[in-house]
């Protein structure tokens, strides 16, 4: 079983539509969640964290689920802009300095006018 | 702050030819990683450090490939030789210390290796 999975898609949706994507991780014992967001030919970068009690950042809304080991990222009134690839990210620390951060292989969106 | 400087951007070389990449992290930050990304496999963590000592190396593919960290501001990853198959883009990240609350990992722009 691969440690983060994600569905590679793509979603191709239309503006304004709302997109959720999911993954799944099985480490019980990360401690971190992150989605990051991938242009074409750029780097990663952090789009937010998630947190157990499921944050908002605003058309953004992350959630996590321990007991399930599942991770989930909601778009709302989706922009041209939002077109990317969406990475779950993982992370796992255990002291001495180690540090897994884990990432899934990305949930390609494309929003079309 | 410049980010994570990572170079070359790109690099085209022959096969069974030395391939050096280099990363500046953020000043300050304790972790550097190296990833590599294809389409195939997506982001895969090479290696990592902490405060300049390699971590965890279980990710590096082969005897082919090395990384060195000899300070707080500069890391190499080598490949020699190169072969085709080494052909993708490879990152470097870095992250502040823990214990400042730090959890968000910056990446670099990348070196999109080609091996022909």
């Known amino acids: 079983r691969k440690e983060v999975e994600q569905d590679p898609g793509p979603f191709n949706v239309p503006e304004g539509a709302t997109v959720a994507f999911n993954c799944t991780y099985s480490?019980?014992?990360?401690?971190?969640f992150f989605w990051y967001r991938q242009d074409c030919r750029k780097e990663p970068k952090l789009l937010m964290s998630?947190?157990?009690s499921g944050n908002e950042d605003g058309r953004f809304t992350a959630q996590l689920n321990r007991a399930s080991q599942y991770i989930s990222l909601l778009i709302r009134d989706s922009k041209l802009s939002d077109s990317a690839t969406y990475l779950c990210?993982?992370?796992?620390?255990?002291?001495?300095?180690?540090?897994?951060?884990?990432f899934g292989k990305g949930t390609k969106l494309s929003v079309i006018p | 702050d410049a980010g994570v400087i990572q170079s070359p951007r790109h690099e085209v070389t022959e096969m069974g030819q030395e391939v050096t990449l280099r990363c500046k992290p953020i000043?300050?930050?304790?972790?550097l990683f190296w990833y590599r990304q294809t389409m195939m496999r997506g982001l895969e963590l090479l290696i990592y450090?902490?405060?300049?000592?390699?971590?965890?190396d279980s990710g590096m593919p082969e005897d082919r490939f090395s990384a060195k960290m000899p300070n707080a501001s500069f890391s190499t990853l080598k490949i020699q030789p190169s072969e085709p198959r080494d052909s993708a883009v490879y990152f470097c990240?870095?992250?502040?210390?823990?214990?400042?609350?730090?959890?968000?990992?910056?990446f670099g722009q990348g070196t999109r290796l080609t091996v022909v």
């Open positions: 990240a870095s992250r502040g210390p823990w214990d400042r609350g730090n959890t968000e990992a910056f």
């Open positions: 480490n019980s014992a990360s401690q971190s």
């Open positions: 998630v947190y157990s």
């Open positions: 990210v993982v992370a796992a620390y255990s002291g001495a300095g180690s540090y897994q951060l884990t």
């Open positions: 000043s300050g930050h304790d972790y």
């Open positions: 450090f902490n405060n300049n000592v390699p971590i965890d």
